[in-house]
């Protein structure tokens, strides 16, 4: 994306960082951040930005979707010591446990 922006801003007639942003997602057609060669191709086809999937069917252009980002696994339970354990508590709340309640007031009174 970066090097399309610097490209279009050297062009004869250099596009504005909105504009070029613009044509930009305008050739992205799988919206993955990239534009592959067959998207430059798709959109020259069509003849417009953001060509929709109907207006790409009709012309026979096949696009492929980005693949789906991945699935983060599921944080891990928090760990328990012996202690927590032999209890049936988290270490995290044997930690909040010991915290103090109220906030320890300042040396510096005013």
């Keep these: 994306h970066s ?3 610097v490209a279009a801003g050297t062009l004869a007639w250099p596009l504005t960082r909105e504009e070029a942003d613009y044509a930009f997602r305008g ?3 799988n919206g993955d ?3 592959s060669d067959a998207e430059w191709r798709a959109v020259f086809k069509v003849g417009k930005f953001y ?3 109907a207006s ?3 012309r026979s ?3 492929v979707d980005p693949p789906s980002k991945p ?3 599921p944080e891990p339970a928090p760990a328990k010591t012996p202690t927590a354990i032999a209890a049936g508590v988290s270490e995290a ?3 909040k446990a010991s915290l103090p309640t109220q906030a320890p007031k300042p040396q510096w009174e005013m």
């Design 3 to 5: 090097d399309f922006l």
């Design 27 to 29: 050739f992205d057609v």
């Design 33 to 35: 951040g990239l534009v």
């Design 51 to 53: 060509p929709s999937k």
């Design 56 to 58: 790409l069917r009709d």
């Design 61 to 63: 252009v096949e696009i």
């Design 71 to 73: 699935e983060l696994p």
């Design 93 to 95: 709340d044997v930690l």
